[in-house]
């Protein structure tokens, strides 16, 4: 994968409202290079009056347009030529996520931007799918059910997957009918300005799809009140999600589908099988975009007789890895997106240690790394079930490992108090792997695997503290509408 030059990648600098970049007023965010720390840009912070220009105006477009009243297969055609000009445009579109975000250039080229593209081709494919329902009535009515799109569904995206995330928001609710306003990160504003400015040369009514840029607190919380926001989609952490709940339910008593926070186990058995196979599994489950994946498995739960051989492969693959900046080619390995993040990672470590857990790997920074935060994959043993590192989800590539003898003391050991997200079992013994599978609360159970595949078609979301709802799958594009109960007298 060939490298590129920073300096040498166009940033789109501001909003974008029917279909034309605005400048926004007020108060500019700088974003930072998460690779070296510097200076990459900047944003306008919009306040609430941008907020209602760009939600007004996608409703407006939406209504003249007819987007959410044309033939479902018209929708299927735009979403499909989107997907084209994704992959046609992967040079561009991944240069400006990995300059500005965590992702790796080799990671974004082979990963993000299929995934991206292949997402909205899966929404094109549910646009005239998905029909009502007759419902059985006395033979002088009929009663039906009208599913139809709310109108302007409001989405709010985090940092650490910008282009897959906000894929994940705007196929469902744009096949099924809707204008969308989406917001993205303060931290990785831009690429998402990029994919949207595609969707409208692909024909994508101007207007019917506008970006918002800003912090949550001001922009996204504008952004969840407004009266003309029907629906509210939000990816991110379980502490906003929980803020945009209550806001969303006195602001109209509008439907949220919340992907939060996780802090999920990964159980492997004595019969896991192939031991390098198994570390490799476990090691790339929790350091993955250096560990800032909402569904990194980042709790060991691994039995005694297998414990210690693991533990060895897992030291080893730790210190096998090196920093890169993202616009190289060869980086593999993901920087921290910024200081405070960085911060938290370290102070979570230093926190665990202090209650007494062994650092077998990493627990600090790597060395010589210009001004970006690179931390070590780490590994803490001797943790305890309330140890902070357990309880905490800390976004970074630290592996909490607790031990077991007995089936039963193993899968009481992966619940976890507050999250539900996904859960990984490591077993040969079928049995034993779906009995952990019915029993584990989480929102997705992976058996010897672990981590998403490219079948869009299984949803993804939590349970408990882990969210409300799916995203991908049918589930997502069936939340994007609602249903109209119709009884006609004949
Ligand atoms: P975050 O909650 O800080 O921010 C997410 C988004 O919400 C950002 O765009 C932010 O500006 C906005 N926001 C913040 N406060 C807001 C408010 N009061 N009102 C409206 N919008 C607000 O999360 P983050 O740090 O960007 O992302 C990391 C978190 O996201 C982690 O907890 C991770 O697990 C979670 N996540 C979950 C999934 C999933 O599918 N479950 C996927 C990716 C990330």
Redo the contacts with the bound molecule.
């Keep these: 994968m060939p490298s590129f030059n920073p300096q040498n990648v166009p940033l789109p600098a501001g909003h974008l409202i029917g279909g034309k970049i605005h400048p926004g007023n007020g108060e500019r965010l700088r974003v930072n290079r998460p690779s070296d720390g510097q200076f990459l840009g900047e944003i306008p912070d919009g306040d609430a009056a941008l907020v209602d220009l760009a939600v007004t105006n996608a409703h407006q477009s939406w209504l003249e347009s007819g987007w959410g009243t044309c033939a479902p297969r018209e929708r299927a055609k735009v979403l499909r030529r989107w997907a084209c000009l994704i992959e046609e445009h992967r040079v561009a579109l991944g240069q400006l996520e990995a300059v500005s975000s965590t992702r790796p250039i080799y990671d974004v080229i082979n990963h993000e931007i299929p995934f991206t593209a292949e997402a909205i081709r899966f929404y094109a494919e549910c646009c005239d799918k998905y029909s009502g329902d007759v419902l059985p009535t006395r033979s002088s009515s009929l009663g039906m059910l009208v599913p139809e799109p709310y109108g302007v569904i409001g989405a709010?995206?985090?940092?650490?997957?910008p282009l897959s995330?906000a894929s994940w928001k705007l196929g469902p609710a744009l096949a099924a009918g809707n204008a969308v306003v989406l917001?993205?990160?303060?931290l990785t504003p831009f690429s998402t300005i990029k994919l949207a400015e595609l969707a409208i040369e692909a024909g994508l009514p101007a207007g019917v799809l506008n970006i918002v840029q800003g912090?949550?607190?001001s922009c996204?919380?504008a952004l969840?009140n407004h009266p003309l926001v029907r629906k509210v989609s939000?990816?991110?952490?379980?502490v906003?999600g929980a803020?945009?709940m209550s806001q969303a339910a006195l602001n109209g008593m509008k439907p949220v589908t919340l992907?939060?926070?996780?802090k999920s186990p990964q159980l492997v058995f004595d019969d896991a099988g192939d031991i390098d196979v198994v570390a490799t599994r476990i090691f790339r489950g929790f350091t993955a975009n250096g560990g800032q994946a909402?569904v990194a498995g980042t709790r060991l739960v691994v039995q005694s007789g297998i414990a210690d051989a693991l533990i060895t492969k897992l030291v080893a693959l730790c210190e096998s890895v090196a920093p890169g900046n993202t616009w190289s080619g060869a980086c593999r390995y993901a920087p921290i997106i910024d200081v405070r993040q960085a911060k938290k990672i370290e102070s979570i470590v230093q926190a665990a240690v202090k209650e007494g857990a062994q650092l077998l790997a990493g627990g600090e920074f790597f060395a010589n790394t210009e001004q970006g935060y690179f931390f070590k994959p780490t590994l803490l043993a001797g943790v305890g079930a309330q140890s902070v590192a357990v309880q905490e989800?800390i976004?970074g590539p630290v592996l909490t490992i607790q031990t077991f003898e007995t089936e039963e003391q193993g899968l009481a050991l992966a619940d976890h108090a507050i999250y539900g997200?996904a859960a990984g079992v490591h077993t040969l013994n079928i049995e034993r792997a779906l009995r952990a599978m019915r029993r584990l609360a989480a929102g997705t159970v992976w058996i010897n695997r672990y981590g998403r595949s490219g079948d869009f078609i299984i949803p993804?979301g939590?349970f408990n503290g882990?969210?409300i709802g799916k995203?991908l799958g049918r589930q997502a594009y069936e939340a994007c509408l609602r249903y109209k109960s119709v009884l006609i007298d004949f």
């Design positions: 709010i995206t985090p940092w650490n997957f995330m917001k993205p990160s303060e912090r949550g607190v996204g919380s969840v939000f990816t991110g952490s379980t906003t803020q945009i992907e939060l926070g996780g909402c989800e976004f997200l993804t939590g882990s969210g995203d």
